[in-house]
């Protein structure tokens, strides 16, 4: 896994509600932890694009409901700094579900992935239908 050489800011925390932007079944899926936390004791642990969480499905095919799944998050709403000075926002807040080898679930991503997200996971460019 590479590093993210953009200054990310972590907007979403436990309890964040994303929308699920794979085909793999789930509509909406709730923050349960992120994976690999670092961070003051007793403090929320803050996510942003590219950070893998652990998540609880919300809404979807009953397969999924009320089971944890890993994601990873390819949209947020707060803007992102890239390294050249621009900033890129999105108009939701999302995530799509990956299994325990960092692999996609689904077969395919509705609506644009962020860059940082293809530059640290490259298996998940394969499905992504745009990159901004």
């Not at 972590?10 to 699920?20: A, D, E, N, R, V």
């Not at 621009?86 to 992935?113: C, H, Q, S, W, Y």
Request: glycine share 10%.
């Amino acid at each position: 896994m590479k590093g993210i050489a953009t200054k990310i800011t972590k907007s979403l925390i436990p309890g964040s509600i994303l929308t699920c932007a794979d085909n793999s079944g789930a509509k909406t899926i709730m923050i349960i932890n992120k994976i690999g936390k670092q961070g003051r004791k007793r403090r929320l642990a803050a996510c942003g694009i590219g950070d893998i969480v652990m998540a609880s499905v919300k809404s979807g095919s009953p397969q999924y409901i009320k089971k944890k799944v890993r994601a990873v998050i390819i949209r947020q709403k707060l803007p992102v700094r890239r390294a050249n000075g621009m900033r890129v926002r999105f108009e939701d807040n999302a995530g799509i579900l990956i299994t325990d080898a960092n692999l996609p679930v689904g077969t395919e991503v509705k609506g644009a992935m962020a860059r940082e997200v293809v530059e640290r996971y490259i298996k998940l460019a394969g499905i992504a239908s745009r990159v901004v």
